[in-house]
């Protein structure tokens, strides 16, 4: 089963804690809602939303992380701002909490990402500490923790495994299959073409998703508007086009600027549709949520948009705009036909509040 030079990669750390930190921003502004009208378009219906309450009276996330949803419908909610994870039931009550800021066992620095596997482990990318945890979550036991190998942007649990978002340089892949003995790394995945023309690039635009089932991964790249399926094992991967229809896309022509003028990437910078969730609906058929990202007075906002991707066929359904807020900007989890969506609100007594909404995936056209 399943860079080089120090400035970059300080720059790439700087905008994965930049849109850590944007997430966390208390002011809201809401985004319409459209309803496709095509048969063949995804369309997100409403199931409900709720307010995500602690058990203390007032206390509330205050800087809303990565999200994740359990087996049995559990939501587990990374809080930046107390290093801990918060466990809430799938009706919204809350249950229990996880750990505090720290850098030592069961202690979390800057988390961006958490996912969940379907046997209930919850694997944390401790960003701050370079490590990941695996975290029984029946009963909040560390099964093991290892020190990551480089810099994880997005990470994808499958099995006892994890994937994680990796690029090398010398090996041209993207993906770092890992447990808890290092031994057993494996390295896959394609790598984008303008990271092989412009080695600098793979640290300034290092934004991926990952999706991960059995021996297959699926990602895609900030710098790119194809799906790569790769299978362990197997040398090639396939891809699948991904027409930007709703969504910026990848910014090509600043993109290509870079092989004559590595320092023209700034230009490019928070311009295209950035990555930000990949997961499995249903078999052989994917749902792509990505970020049209807008830098505002140092903070990250955008318009979040959904997109269905049948793997038989290569069809691509929707680019639909989901409607949550984009300030701050929500966070997403998938599971199963259903999208969760957490983000911070402010309710009608002018409060800070955590809130979740659900919506049923339906794209006909791309379920077939």
């Keep these: 089963m399943l860079v080089e030079s120090v400035s970059a990669w300080t720059t790439a750390v700087c905008r994965t804690l930049c849109l850590v930190t944007c997430l966390g921003t ?16 995804l369309v997100l219906t409403l199931i409900d939303s709720m307010t995500l309450e602690e058990e203390q009276p007032g206390k509330v996330v205050s800087r809303s ?9 559990s939501l587990y909610v990374m809080d ?23 850098r030592g066992p069961g202690e979390f ?40 190998p480089g810099f994880v942007t997005t990470m994808r649990g499958t099995g006892n495994r994890v994937a994680a978002s990796m690029m090398d340089l ?53 710098v790119s508007d194809y799906l790569y399926v790769s299978v362990l094992g197997q040398p090639t ?5 991904l027409p930007p229809r709703g969504r910026r896309g990848a910014q090509h022509a600043l993109f290509q600027a870079m092989t004559d003028d590595p320092a023209s990437a700034r230009a490019a910078l928070y311009k295209s549709s ?25 903070r990250i906002l955008g318009q979040l948009n959904a997109t269905v991707i049948n793997l038989n066929t290569h069809a691509s359904c929707g680019d639909t705009p989901i409607p949550v ?44």
């Design 325 to 368: 807020p984009v300030d701050p900007v929500s966070r997403v989890a998938i599971r199963g036909d259903t999208l969760l969506a957490v983000y911070q609100d402010i309710d009608s007594d002018s409060v800070s509040v955590l809130k979740a909404t659900r919506f049923l995936i339906r794209a006909p056209g791309c379920f077939g």
């Design 65 to 73: 992380g990565a999200v994740a949803v359990g087996p049995d419908g």
């Design 237 to 241: 991967s396939d891809s699948i086009h």
């Design 274 to 298: 950035a990555p930000f969730e990949l997961g499995l609906i249903r078999p052989g058929v994917l749902l792509y949520v990505t970020l049209d990202q807008d830098q505002t007075n140092n």
């Design 170 to 222: 010398s090996s041209k892949t993207s993906v770092l299959i890992l447990d808890e003995n290092p031994t057993n790394d494996v390295r896959l995945g394609p790598f984008p073409e303008l990271f092989s023309r412009v080695p600098q690039a793979a640290t300034v635009f290092p934004a991926m998703a990952i999706a991960a089932w059995a021996d297959t991964v699926a990602t895609a790249y900030e």
């Design 109 to 148: 620095g800057s988390v961006p990402w958490i996912t969940m596997t379907g046997d209930g482990t919850l694997y944390t990318n401790d960003l701050a500490n370079r490590r990941l945890t695996a975290i029984r979550t029946n009963d909040d036991t560390i099964l093991w923790e290892r020190m990551l």
């Design 80 to 102: 930046q701002g107390e290093g801990r994870i918060v466990r809430f039931s799938k009706d919204g009550g809350w249950i229990r909490t996880f750990g505090k800021k720290g």
């Design 26 to 41: 208390m002011a809201c502004a809401s985004a319409d809602e459209a309803t496709p009208e095509e048969p063949s378009a």
